[in-house]
């Protein structure tokens, strides 16, 4: 079947990850026994395959960074590597689920209430701009776009941060704009 790990084909990946952090050895091969298991695990919660390989990959880094800042004492006390690794794993999984559930959430709720349309395309639109905002918007706007999708106002959102309710408007404003230009969705001025 399309976009399942095959049982007799070893899993691989690569010994640097995204972030290009070294991953040990030790902890390659542990994640790769761990590896169509992790991917099953992943596929089960309708997480897509490569982006699961790519926690895994995350999970691995880390794990090896943790590994390394603990003193050789307390890398025999990590009895199960691969139980170690997977937690990691299923920690990054749950992370990447989450955010997923805030941009349907945001989406959902942001584009439903200010537009009574469902096109598919302004849909998408709003979906990846919210999603951007989540990752690159940095913590104010991050949290701005939290208040208004729990209902709140402007005039409740500005005093917040010490600011007019305008102010605060604005600011997320421009945010969003940066974020559109960034994702050609505005072109710039």
Avoid: C
């Avoid at 800042?69 to 997977?86: I, M, P, T, W």
């Avoid at 709003?126 to 776009?145: A, F, H, N, Q, W």
Wanted: charged share 30%; aromatic share 6%.
């Amino acid at each position: 079947m399309a976009g399942e790990v095959q049982p007799n084909r070893s899993f691989r990946i690569s010994p640097v990850d995204q972030l290009g952090r070294k991953i040990s050895p030790l902890v390659m091969d542990a994640a790769e026994q761990i590896g169509r298991r992790a991917i099953r695990h992943a596929e089960k919660l309708q997480l897509d395959p490569a982006i699961a390989a790519s926690l895994l990959e995350e999970a691995a880094a880390a794990v090896t960074h943790a590994l390394n800042r603990k003193s050789n004492r307390a890398q025999e006390n990590v009895r199960d590597l691969r139980g170690y690794l997977f937690r990691a794993f299923i920690r990054r999984i749950n992370k990447s689920l989450k955010h997923r559930l805030r941009v349907e959430n945001a989406v959902r709720i942001l584009y439903l209430t200010s537009r009574n349309s469902t096109d598919p395309r302004a849909e998408l639109e709003m979906k990846m701009l919210i999603d951007e905002s989540l990752t690159r918007g940095g913590p104010v706007v991050r949290d701005m776009l939290y208040r208004r999708v729990e209902g709140l106002s402007w005039n409740d959102i500005g005093p917040f941060y010490g600011i007019s309710a305008h102010d605060a408007e604005s600011r997320f404003s421009q945010a969003l704009k940066r974020i559109r230009r960034m994702l050609g969705l505005e072109k710039e001025e």
